[in-house]
């Protein structure tokens, strides 16, 4: 075991596993609530290649769920204070940083940087639907996150495809606008939560950069299972890990 962090996980996932680790490339798409956890359990496995893709900047809002947002890291990067992290985690990890908007005009650009897998951590429906159309007609791996907003039950997250996703608005959604596309619903992966819950009427639309999001309340617990369980997936599926 020559990497003392890792032996741990070597332990677990064997030396063949944690070589699998550090000769993949992970894209993470998304580096806020569900995005920030799932690379920090990507970071600890030892990947030897990280390509962070986002375009926003951290503020007080986020503080309640994202790991990544701290008093000292408001008004910087998502990218840049995610890159130093993963830094102090794993010095040895590549890392690429993409600030951008991801939308259907960079995706060729994006994905020329040819990760193994890419994770989809996007909250925008229109940019998520593109993405997950390219990903899926260009067959790359990937996994995706769905809505975590106004959910409490734990129990209830569950990794399925998305043609069995049920009581999740955003995976309504998505569906609609991926059979537009032609896209197979039962070749997208991904985590979402069944647990039935109301649209409040405290819901609030705030303008943002990429158009009107309904701000919804959240909790730091749920959003951190969902990248949580997406990096759980992510980390067996590379580590070609069997048990």
Known sequence: MSNPRLMRTELL????????LQNSTV??????AVGGYTLEAIARSG?????????????????????????????????????????EINPDCQIIIKDMYVDENNLPELMSLKPDFVVDAIDSLASKASLIAYLTTHHIEFISSMGAALKTDPSCIKTA????????????????????????????????SDETVDLPPSAIIMPQERGQNKILGSLPTITAIFGLTIANYVIKHLSHYKG
Request: glycine share 8%.
């Open 47 to 87: 990947v030897g290649k990280l390509i962070l893709v986002d375009f926003d900047s951290f503020d007080e809002t986020n503080i309640n769920r994202q790991i990544l947002a701290l008093s000292s890291t408001i008004g910087q990067k998502k990218t840049s204070v995610a890159a130093a992290r993963v830094k």
């Open 27 to 32: 894209m993470i798409i998304g580096l806020g």
């Open 13 to 20: 996932l064997g030396s063949k596993g944690i070589s699998a």
């Open 161 to 192: 495809r998305l043609n069995q996703t049920k009581n999740c608005s955003l995976a309504r959604a998505l569906r609609q606008k991926l059979k537009q596309k032609g896209i197979d619903l039962k070749e997208v992966l991904c985590v979402y």
